[in-house]
């Protein structure tokens, strides 16, 4: 059985907004400069009314003091941001890497804090929004931990050490999650497609888009209610331009439908 489906936010477009792009999993940090560098290329070029980041913006988020330190990469990525809030609407939706990600990030970015799930009423169509981790079912390892992760207690008593502990604490993950991506035992849960039914029929939507799983495809859910029309799940790519090919993509939502543009180089 499914647990419950969460309170489900609603935000409905102004009526000026004619494409909406949607990204994820770009998991910034310093020691990959060119998909920084991607991003800061897009944010300068797209003709979006509004983008939309599901989660994973930042490989890792130690709290918002970071930013306070000079020349942190945390400061860096905050002036990028503000600068593309200022030409459109920037959204944000804490994925599994940066749930940290506090007001105060909000307040200097320009960026809105965004609720998992949200629900977008744009273009005719109910998009129901969502990072995608509190899906994936199968992983129940990580559910235990993000069930703790997001207990708003546990996060102020991480936030309450030293930042250079939690800096410590963050590149201890960041070489676990590595070692395990590599290792012959390594499991990814994909997303449940009974949850994801359910928390479609909650949302009264007939699309989902996430990210999470770096699995970028178009999905069918048989849904009983409608057998000859089923609703779709639609994934996200992450984005690594170090990677061969280099991956970088982005979601365009508007009246024509979705559609998938490939913005890393060739």
């Known amino acids: 059985m499914p647990p419950d489906v969460p309170p489900i936010q609603e935000l409905a477009a102004p009526a000026s907004w004619h494409a909406v792009e949607i990204i994820s999993d770009l998991h910034l940090q310093r020691e990959e400069p060119a998909t920084t560098a991607a991003l800061q ?13 599901l989660g994973d913006l930042f490989e890792v988020w130690v709290g918002d ?12 990525c905050c002036a990028m941001l503000a600068d593309a809030a200022r030409q459109r609407p920037v959204y944000f939706m804490h994925g599994n890497r940066d749930f ?14 965004l609720a998992d799930p949200t629900v977008l009423d744009f273009a005719g169509q109910r998009w129901l929004l969502s990072h995608g981790d509190a899906l994936c079912l199968d992983d129940v390892e ?3 931990f993000r069930a703790i992760a997001r207990n708003p207690a546990w996060q102020a ?4 050490r030293p930042l250079a502990e939690r800096r410590a604490q963050g590149r201890s993950a960041r070489a676990q999650s590595e070692a395990r991506k590599h290792s012959p035992e390594a499991f990814y849960g994909d997303v449940d497609a009974a949850a994801a039914l359910q928390w479609l029929v909650a949302a009264n ?9 770096h699995r970028p ?15 779709m799940r639609h994934v996200l790519s992450d984005w690594d331009l170090a990677a061969t090919p280099p991956r970088a993509q982005v979601l365009r939502l508007s009246l024509r439908g979705l559609e998938r543009e490939n913005i890393a180089p060739m």
């Open 142 to 144: 990580y559910q235990k």
């Open 100 to 113: 940290l990600v506090g007001s105060e990030f909000a307040r200097r970015s320009g960026v809105q804090l």
């Open 205 to 213: 939507s007939r699309v989902l888009i996430h990210g999470h799983t």
């Open 41 to 53: 290329r897009y944010l300068q070029q797209t003709t979006a009314d509004a983008l939309f980041i």
């Open 65 to 76: 003091d970071s930013m306070d330190e000079p020349g942190s990469f945390e400061a860096e």
């Open 157 to 160: 008593q991480l936030l309450a």
């Open 217 to 231: 495809a178009d999905h069918a859910i048989a849904d009983a209610r409608t057998p000859e029309s089923p609703a």
